[in-house]
């Protein structure tokens, strides 16, 4: 807007045709753009090839613990793939995997044109990509292996004296600072870019949880960022942030790193209840049920769940006090959570329920998670915890849950928004085959582990012993991990194969009720010819009402009615019942 | 058509269901942790059982309701729904029951928490009053009841050493006597552990630079098994630990033949200093922990820290002075 006056003024219109961009390389034109469709679809793509990475992770680590007392893999090697598996399964998959889908579908969803910083965008990719390059490059040299998550004194110069933790706290951070750069990006861009009329409470459940989720990044993304930069200068420049020896303390990581992973576990589960909230208000053919309270269910969970970072915290010595305003925050989150169930199915109820590949995987998605969220409620009890935390049973809701979020509710984002993105569906046989080898996967993997804990197995074992009674379990949770990764490798050659030989989806292959299907699929760079103006929450199914209106007999407006209708508040209830307002400018529709 | 496929692979899953929960050994399962058999731990059971109870409910109630929906509202071509939404009253509603069942659960497991934590007094059984004082231990001390007996349990990559109040110590195996109440003060010397015996209480982490406390009080004579819950590098599979519960007179014999034993080892070094064969003196000084470990192999390659032989060297004769103090 405020560029300087031209020193040469155009003197006369022309036109150059030798002055058009030499059109680069399809590899370049990507890497190089600033497109949010080019970079969400770039940041989808790389964590879903994290996700294979981890899913290998997992699969080699449950493949040594198959049978008692096994050597299969040597304990140091496990223990790099534990802590590669943490971070990328979290880090490196399930964020990214978010924040792309919220990056790609976000800004169409208010009617933006594009990203408030273009090349913001674009520079978060690369800090990623490289992040994990940074990683994963430590498998040429040291690998890391301090756990999951890298409590020092574990993690400190003393104990981890090869560069493979710098490589993980480096990769990590790297990353991060993606993230957070990617997430304030989000965040000044649905605040300034929604189209006219879309006020806050019109704004689609999926903006608003890649809202959410956002400022959950920036700000546990931050202090991650801070932790890690401590960690870093304790071992290489001998700080002493987390040397209890020397006035640190190592409880300081964990306050800071856990307030990290419970953002990232908000992280990887809200986007997934945002595209679940929409799939399952579109292919029941329902409006949703209750959109402001599930909008402010979103808030509430993203708020309560980072300041719950002490619940992982009971054991450790800090005062009872802090333990219990920890249990307070996580179990407050029973009411933001319990709404969105109830919500979700209130909004399946009483619908024609199309059971499409994308509303199969949401429904595999609730019921999972709310295994998960519901042992997390347990293990929020202080008393609880102090005999479950750290045993198999949380890394069970752990996965139940984040599985759930991030893989079933992702991959039913991935089936509902695929069409939008490549002009084709998804092979709903192929879908159907990997809904049901991941739902039968999830619970042989995971369903096991409970009662393994209750043997008393704990977590981040690389071996246990015969005659602890944790054989049977181990070996079907082994058996089971290949199912696993099988559903999850379905879905994924689905997606590749149906670039090319998907069923054409046209641009609306969903009667979805949002703005992101009122562009073409795939859409073009500037997104929207003309921005409708938003009247409701579903400014789709207004346009849709409003052509159908135009089209059946168009009648003289009949103008006694209309000081009567004027007076009504554009309400959202209003928006969809008979005449309140003569079709939106969705004259256009395609 | 579509029918018997969905209840062939409805049937399907739920086989394999079973087949997960029931192949471990047919009649093993059970819903419940190990037994308890301490006042504490038996607090902390019937929070589980408890919670267990209402989680699972709310679990199933999800998941029941999910299937209903889906089997009873499944599309017939071209029904059209009626557009229901909901009134701020329905949410306030569902919002309120959450909240007072979230409440309920806080309100339980503070008590049950709070309760957990107090010392109960020992038992007719248990040892008589021990000379140790904890009141620095951050424990609120049983009502008229004998002073509980005091022992640091201290984390080390990748085994339990445990010092006793009259300066004796050991490895891998707790001995206490039964039916006496324990106060454990947690300590780690490297990294961060967990200690963890279920029969006998909660976990709680051994940390370097801060000591964590809990109690317990066995009520039979027997041997229970922990392990560390705290990812600690490579040998942390083999970081087990064992509680043998004696009764008062077995504990005290074994204190005593404990103390010998150390002594002899520390007079053996002693000698060998003196002899100026310091070299083979550190093997030497193995023994008494060597003594009473069982079944938990070394690993190889453990990464440069061999916390056994370079801990017995230098505590060996710190603990004689700190024995020297009781007396």
Redesign the interface.
Known sequence: MSAPPPTVAPARPEIVTDAMPRRRPAWIENATSGDHKVVGLMFIATSLTFLVLALTEFVLMRVQLIVPESTIID??I??RL?STYGATAAVFFGIPFGLGLACYVAPLQVGARGLAFPRLASFAYWLYLFGGIALYASYLYNPP?A??NP?P??SDDV?S?FAGTDAWIVGVGLALLGFVLLAINLIVTIRNHRAPGMVWRRVPLFTWSAVVTSYVVVFTGAVMLAALAMLLIDRNYEGVFYD??EGG???LWQHLSWMFFNGAYVAMLLPGFGAISEIVATL????Q?????MAGSFVAIGALGVLAWMQNMF???IP?GW??VG??MA??L??PF??V???W??T????????RAPLLFA?GA??TT??GL??E??HS???????????VATSMDTHYALIGGSVFGGFAALYYWYPKMTGRVMGEGMAKISF?LL??GV??TF??MF?A????Q????????EGT?L???N??STI?SFVLAAGVLTTLINAVYSVRHGIRAGHDPWAADTLEWFTLSPPPPHNFDAIPDVRSSEPLRDIRDGVRRRTEGWRPPRPLERPAAAHAPAS??AS?SEESHPSGSGGSVA | MRRPTRLV?LS??LG??G???A???AG???????SPHSPNAE???S??DA??L???L??IA??V??IL??VR????RD????????G?R??LR??ML??A???A??V???V???K??DLEASGPEGLEASSMRFAQLGLKPPEGGEEPLAITVSGQ?WLWRYEYPDGTFSYHDLVVPVDTTVVLR?VST???H?W?V?AL?????A??????TTWFKADEEGEY?G????????????M?ARVVVLSATEYEAWLDEQQTGIQEAQEAVQEEIEAGTQESAEPEAEQPGDAFEEGTDE?S?G???EPQTEDVGPDAPAAAPGGGDVE
Not at chain 1, 381 to 391: E, F, L, N, Y
């Open positions: 304990p140091i496990f223990d534990l292996d756990g999951v409590l004194p574990l104990f004296p209890a020896g303390s190592p409880i029941s053919r329902k409006p049920f209750a959109h402001r309270a054991t450790a010595p009872l333990s219990i249990m307070a179990l407050a029973v009411v319990g709404l169930f109830f919500n199915i209130a399946l109820w009483g619908g024609a329920l199309h059971l429904l609730i019921s709310a295994i519901a042992g409620v347990a009890v202080i008393p609880v915890a102090w005999q479950t935390s750290g045993t049901w739902l039968i619970h042989l369903a096991p009662f804990a209750l043997e008393g704990v977590v981040d074992l690389g071996e246990y012993y009674g054989d049977g379990y070996l079907v089971g959202e209830e969809s | 692979s399907l899953l394999l269901l087949l997960a929960l192949a471990p050994g093993a399962i059970s819903l419940a942790p190990e607090d902390l059971r929070a589980y919670t267990l209402v989680v699972s709310l679990a999800i998941n309701a999910l929906a889906v509202f499944r599309a017939a029904t059209v729904p009626a557009p229901v939404r909901s701020g329905v949410q569902v919002g959450l909240g069942i979230a409440l659960i806080f339980f497991g503070l049950v928490a709070v957990a934590r990559q947690i490297d990294v961060a967990r963890w279920p209480g909660g976990k709680f982490d940390v370097p630079g801060r000591a964590n098994l392990q560390s819950a705290q990812f600690s590098g490579p040998a942390y599979p083999t087990r690993p390659g990464g440069g820290k």
